[in-house]
């Protein structure tokens, strides 16, 4: 069975940094990509970017280029997120997704980590 | 500002039926990528409803079906129930961004 667990829920300051996961298993990880979808308090869902574990070649939305880093650990196959000065409009749900064989498709997803920023 | 269209609400009264447009462009819907469409409740995850425009994965009522046209989709619900009040979105690819599109979500109101 597929998958994706994130990890736990966060309060942080402006300025932090912080790094959330999204454990994979049940599948060969190496071969799909994994996104990482955005959701603000009210609103809907926004992609934020992809990685190819294999290589780990990432593409990342216009929007978010230079404000997130996404990354992988192959050896424990596991994606990561991460901000290196956050601010109170990132407070929102992360959720990673696998990309399925068919079409970019999201096939599997994580529960979602809720990301609270606040002074 | 979504890349594809979607309205924000929607409703019907129990039993009826409604549908649910998407509106992309050239670069997306319009290029013969496939519509996917997932229905979501607030505090879970996203379920799959529909994927390639059409197919409905196993477990999704067959009252839930979509369709494809052009630089357009929309998924139509029959036979409303309460339990279909969710938020539904439909995503796509698209050229330009190289990346994952969504619509803005419309939300779905059994009256």
Redesign the interface.
Same mark, same amino acid.
Request: aromatic fraction near 28%; charge should be negative.
């Given at each position: 069975e597929v998958q994706l667990v994130q990890s736990g829920a966060e309060v942080k300051k402006p300025g932090e940094s912080l790094r959330i996961s999204c454990k994979c298993s049940g599948y060969s990880f190496t071969r799909h990509w994994i996104a990482w979808v955005r959701q603000k308090p009210g609103k809907g869902l926004e992609w934020m970017g992809i990685i190819y574990p294999g290589d780990s070649e990432t593409r990342y939305s216009p929007s978010f280029q230079g404000q997130v880093t996404i990354s992988v650990d192959k050896s424990i196959t596991t994606a990561y997120l991460q901000w290196s000065s956050l601010k109170a409009s990132d407070t929102a749900i992360y959720y990673c997704a696998r990309e399925g064989d068919d079409d970019y498709l999201a096939d599997s997803w994580g529960q979602g980590t809720l990301v609270t920023v606040s002074p | 500002q !979504?890349v594809l269209t979607q309205p924000p609400s929607v409703s019907g009264a129990p039993g009826q039926r409604v549908t649910i447009s998407c509106t992309g462009s050239s670069s997306n819907i319009g290029a013969n @990528?496939?519509v &996917?469409w @997932?229905q &979501?409740l607030p505090g879970t995850?996203?379920k $799959?409803l529909i *994927? $390639?425009n059409t197919i409905r994965p196993s477990g999704v009522p067959d009252r839930f079906s979509g369709s494809k046209s052009g630089t357009s989709a929309s998924l139509a619900i029959t036979g409303l129930q309460a339990a279909d009040e969710a938020?539904y @979105?439909c995503? !796509? @690819?698209d050229s330009g $961004? !190289? %990346?994952?599109? *969504? %619509? %803005? %979500?419309t939300k779905l109101t059994v009256l």
């Open positions: - | !979504s @990528y496939a &996917h @997932y &979501h995850t996203p $799959l *994927f $390639l938020d @979105y995503q !796509s @690819y $961004l !190289s %990346g994952w599109v *969504f %619509g %803005g %979500g």
